[in-house]
């Protein structure tokens, strides 16, 4: 097959795996919770910060991990605690106030680490070959992991004991809570999984990119697309949304350029909000 | 005795008092009389927005030339203040607090190290009615009236470094990769002229938009299906960034070379050493450039911020230069009024922070350093004396 076909195809594929992750701890906020979570850019740049810290320090890559998710979900709870618990049920009240918290936790970054770009070794540097084409290494991992995310949260959402909690919560908190299931917690621990998984975009990505305080910007548009395509709640309709944004995103890049790429998914998502405003599965 | 001895005493008193009545006054007097006759300076640098981390490096280089340019007597025998104001936000922004700046603080000369638009916007507001010295890198051709220019023009930073190229490595193909606004199309339009005129071709030309949320795994495919000798970038900021460590991730670092329009030591510390080998910059100011009047400059630099002062770069030295360049024109002007100004421009020196600097048709001709990346480090290749701007504007 022609090398560059494959490239682009396996791009395409990048694209929307890690859009898909990248989306998914707003998914979770917004979707279940209905908190419209401005700041989720900021947590994924926070834990974009933690792998910078941890490869500064000459630890294994690896261990950015566990410290994104302490980082990342201490920082939930605690803006789940003092900023949004008030505010459920209250969808624009959240996005004014996540606003400001992402002015603060950009300043925050700013005052600790600097304006300036931070880079990270990529941990697996080089490319492989396959079918003729040689994509990177990292990147190919990174697709992999991508995917395990994913399936691992689709099978606990839908078998575990918890995951029938949310959605008893997720459809009716008053009756929910009725039946003995305590909502409050939940929802905290639905938020700050949020986070975690942010956090985890952000360590993912953070040796692809420039570490730096505005970074969370980036991801915040793509993401809430994705949800705007995809519709609230379900797993299926969070990787449907990932696929027409980041697909039609690269495919149009790849085929033209990638001002093109970006007008398209403009206008797909300025049309889903017009005429499919509950997402792409959602029944009439 | 003791009559006479008693009226000393009172006289004494007296004059005491109004003595001590006075020196009590004369802050105030002195202040009132000195925020009279003080030279004031807005500067228009990146306090906030993207291009914020640069901010610091503005301001602690302008405070530097202020320094010198007080100790040394200031503009016109009057002491310089500066204001620093915020032009890294929305052009809208910075054209409200350039009208603040004239009617309010009433300066006496403006100073600006933000982007093109903002330029633009500036101009149209400050009307010729103060001097404006424009100092960053820009596309060329601007030539306003009472506006002058100081940054590398795209004829100072393509046509020596493309026929380094095109010598050194046997340059042929070129693939041109920028940002889609004024600055990339403009410099692109002459860099594509010395291709040609090197017996280049232009394999393909293509543009991301400004400010939107880009990635380049498509680009860089695209760019490995065409395999040019050389990729022009014209990208600027994060997505220089980006642009660069996707090239290197996809392994093509190794037999393209890369020559970039708005490379300094902040992107390059974003690029990482990792994504670096065979990239260029040609600029006119390297924080380790190996001219005796950088090393004047930096000795000076670390001497009043300390070894943990802001990152040198081109942004920055350019608004050191701005302050040079604003007392060598205003003091051999003998006034602030615009036909004079215009008229002391033609053949001014001064110093930036790199040597020296000679202003002609409103525009600087310059030395140039052409720079390869070691690591996260430039090293300069070439020194390019006396290189013109290409650009004369009226005086």
């Known amino acids: 097959m022609d090398p560059l076909v494959v490239t682009q195809t396996v791009n395409v594929l990048y694209a929307v795996t890690t859009l898909a992750v990248l989306a998914l701890g707003l998914a979770i906020v917004f979707g279940l919770l209905g908190v419209l979570n401005i700041a989720h850019g900021e947590f994924i740049m926070a834990g974009a910060y933690c792998a910078f810290v941890v490869t500064q320090q000459g630890w294994p890559f690896l261990l950015a991990v566990p410290l994104a998710l302490v980082v990342c979900g201490l920082l939930g709870l605690a803006v789940e605690r003092g900023v949004i618990r008030p505010l459920y049920q209250r969808p624009f009240d959240t996005l004014v106030a996540s606003w400001g918290l992402s002015l603060l936790l950009r300043k925050l970054a700013e005052a600790i680490f600097g304006p300036g770009y931070h880079s990270l070794a990529i941990p697996l540097p080089g490319t492989v070959r396959f079918f003729g084409a040689d994509y990177p290494t990292y990147r190919l991992v990174l697709i992999a992991v991508s995917l395990a995310v994913l399936a691992a949260l689709w099978a606990w959402y839908a078998g575990s004991r918890t995951g029938t909690r949310i959605r008893a919560m997720v459809g009716n908190p008053d009756l929910a809570q009725a039946l003995g299931i305590p909502v409050t917690r939940l929802a905290a621990g639905a938020f700050v999984a949020g986070t975690c998984l942010a956090g985890l975009g952000g360590v993912m990505v953070a040796p692809l990119v420039p570490v730096q305080p505005f970074m969370g910007l980036d991801y915040v548009l793509k993401t809430f697309f994705v949800l705007v395509v995809g519709g609230l709640g379900s797993v299926a309709g969070l990787v449907g949304g990932a696929a027409v944004i980041g697909g039609i995103d690269s495919i149009v890049s790849a085929a033209i350029d990638s001002t093109y790429g970006y007008f398209t998914v403009l206008v797909v998502a300025i049309l889903f909000l017009g005429l499919r405003p509950r997402g792409i599965f959602a029944r009439r | 005795m003791t009559k006479v001895s008693h009226l000393f005493t009172r006289r004494r008193m007296l004059g005491a008092t109004v003595a001590g009545a006075a020196v009590g006054l004369a802050p105030g007097l002195m202040q009132a009389a000195r925020a009279a006759d003080e030279f004031k300076i807005g500067l228009f640098i990146a306090l906030s927005g993207p291009a914020s981390l640069f901010g610091p490096t503005q301001k602690a280089c302008a405070e530097l030339a202020v320094e010198g340019i007080n100790k040394a007597g200031g503009i016109l025998g009057r002491q310089v203040k500066l204001i620093p104001t915020d032009?890294?936000?929305?052009?809208?922004?910075?054209?409200?607090?350039?009208?603040?700046?004239?009617?309010?603080?009433?300066?006496?000369?403006?100073?600006?190290?933000?982007?093109?638009?903002?330029?633009?916007?500036?101009?149209?507001?400050?009307?010729?009615?103060?001097?404006?010295?424009?100092?960053?890198?820009?596309?060329?051709?601007?030539?306003?009236?009472?506006?002058?220019?100081?940054?590398?023009?795209?004829?100072?930073?393509?046509?020596?470094?493309?026929?380094?190229?095109?010598?050194?490595?046997?340059?042929?193909?070129?693939?041109?990769?920028?940002?889609?606004?004024?600055?990339?199309?403009?410099?692109?339009?002459?860099?594509?002229?010395?291709?040609?005129?090197?017996?280049?071709?232009?394999?393909?030309?293509?543009?991301?938009?400004?400010?939107?949320?880009?990635?380049?795994?498509?680009?860089?495919?695209?760019?490995?299906?065409?395999?040019?000798?050389?990729?022009?970038?014209?990208?600027?900021?994060?997505?220089?960034?980006?642009?660069?460590?996707?090239?290197?991730?996809?392994?093509?670092?190794?037999?393209?070379?890369?020559?970039?329009?708005?490379?300094?030591?902040?992107?390059?510390?974003?690029?990482?050493?990792?994504?670096?080998?065979?990239?260029?910059?040609?600029?006119?100011?390297?924080?380790?450039?190996?001219?005796?009047?950088?090393?004047?400059?930096?000795?000076?630099?670390?001497?009043?911020?300390?070894?943990?002062?802001?990152?040198?770069?081109?942004?920055?030295?350019?608004?050191?230069?701005?302050?040079?360049?604003?007392?060598?024109?205003?003091?051999?002007?003998?006034?602030?009024?615009?036909?004079?100004?215009?008229?002391?421009?033609?053949?001014?020196?001064?110093?930036?922070?790199?040597?020296?600097?000679?202003?002609?048709?409103?525009?600087?001709?310059?030395?140039?350093?052409?720079?390869?990346?070691?690591?996260?480090?430039?090293?300069?290749?070439?020194?390019?004396?006396?290189?013109?701007?290409?650009?004369?504007?009226?005086?």
């Open chain 2, 87 to 395: 032009g890294g936000g929305p052009p809208a922004e910075s054209a409200k607090s350039a009208v603040r700046l004239m009617l309010q603080d009433k300066v006496d000369l403006i100073i600006g190290s933000h982007d093109s638009a903002t330029r633009e916007a500036l101009a149209a507001t400050i009307k010729a009615k103060v001097p404006y010295i424009y100092t960053p890198v820009y596309e060329g051709g601007e030539c306003g009236n009472n506006l002058y220019c100081l940054g590398e023009t795209p004829e100072q930073q393509a046509r020596l470094p493309i026929g380094w190229l095109a010598r050194e490595r046997k340059a042929k193909t070129y693939f041109i990769i920028g940002d889609d606004y004024v600055w990339p199309h403009k410099t692109n339009d002459q860099a594509k002229k010395y291709v040609a005129a090197n017996g280049g071709t232009i394999a393909g030309e293509e543009y991301v938009p400004f400010g939107a949320p880009n990635k380049f795994e498509e680009a860089v495919t695209r760019i490995k299906s065409v395999k040019p000798d050389v990729v022009l970038i014209t990208l600027v900021g994060a997505d220089n960034v980006n642009f660069n460590r996707t090239f290197a991730g996809f392994g093509l670092d190794k037999e393209i070379a890369r020559l970039a329009f708005l490379l300094e030591e902040n992107t390059l510390a974003g690029i990482g050493a990792e994504s670096s080998s065979n990239l260029f910059s040609c600029m006119g100011y390297f924080a380790n450039n190996p001219s005796a009047a950088n090393k004047t400059f930096k000795a000076a630099y670390t001497a009043k911020f300390g070894a943990n002062a802001p990152q040198l770069s081109t942004i920055g030295a350019d608004c050191y230069a701005g302050l040079n360049c604003a007392k060598a024109l205003v003091d051999k002007a003998g006034s602030t009024d615009t036909k004079a100004l215009m008229a002391a421009s033609e053949g001014l020196g001064f110093d930036t922070a790199s040597g020296h600097a000679a202003m002609h048709g409103r525009q600087v001709d310059k030395t140039m350093f052409l720079a390869g990346c070691k690591g996260t480090e430039f090293e300069v290749i070439e020194t390019y004396d006396d290189v013109k701007s290409g650009t004369a504007c009226k005086v």
